[in-house]
């Protein structure tokens, strides 16, 4: 059974600080996907990744296969970066998502 | 326009109301989803549909009944709903055919209250 777990579950941080929240999962999957969700409920996908690293601005998104673990951080972090991160996992025939890290960017 | 619109984006029924959610993707995608989160829990998914037919249903009750009338309109029925079915209701769509291959894009959901 697949499941999927992110660390931490709440996090507070001052405006500028580097970001890490990570991500693991149990299986062997297609893609790795990264996405926002901000107080109103909607949801943004930030990356979908399968291998190595990609960058959006000052989002990074990075996975190790082998580790089954994946990360985002978010460099100079700003308080508009409050929102609850989500990782989820896909296969051919499931996505699981984790239970969501909850971020709090102070000014 | 947005990608992915939901209505309602608030709604409030009686348990013996019959009422409808609707999403609409203005993305030429494939596949539709309808998701539910309820508070303090991850996200689960309840239907897929690819190309207009159902390819995955998650032992949904069958007091929610889903409608793709076509690939860009999904629709979900409610009906004789109970309180713990109150959440927050996300459709979504990806260019997949419903494999999960692709890139989700999420309306901003329908918070749904059942009295």
Redesign the interface.
């Known amino acids: 059974k697949n499941e999927v777990e992110q660390s931490p579950q709440n996090l507070t941080a001052q405006e500028g600080e580097f970001i890490t929240i990570n991500c693991s999962y149990s299986v062997g999957i297609s893609a790795l996907h990264w996405l926002q969700q901000h107080p109103g409920g909607g949801i943004v996908s930030l990356f979908m990744l399968s291998s190595g690293k990609k960058k959006h601005g000052r989002l990074i998104a990075t996975i190790n296969i082998q580790e089954k673990h994946s990360s985002l951080h978010i460099t100079a972090s700003h308080p508009r970066d409050s929102a609850v991160y989500i990782c989820a996992s896909t296969s051919y025939d499931k996505v699981i998502f984790g239970p969501g890290t909850s971020l709090s960017v102070i000014p | 326009e947005t990608g992915v619109t939901q209505t309602p984006r608030h709604l409030v029924m009686g348990m013996t109301n019959k009422k409808s959610l609707k999403c609409e993707q203005h993305l030429g995608h494939n596949a539709m989803y309808w998701y539910k989160?309820s508070a303090k829990?991850?996200?689960?998914?309840m239907f897929v549909y690819s190309l207009e037919e159902r390819v995955e249903n998650n032992s949904v009750p069958s007091r929610f009944s889903p409608e793709c009338p076509n690939s860009s309109h999904l629709f979900l029925h409610l009906h004789t709903l109970q309180p713990e079915d109150s959440a927050?209701y996300?459709c979504?769509s990806s260019q997949d055919g419903g494999?999960?291959?692709?890139?989700?894009?999420?309306?901003?959901?329908s918070?749904l209250t059942v009295l």
Do not use: D, M, N, S
Request: proline share 5%; aromatic share 14%; no cysteine.
């Open positions: 989160q829990k991850p996200l689960e998914l927050l996300l979504a494999h999960y291959t692709g890139e989700l894009f999420f309306g901003e959901g918070r």
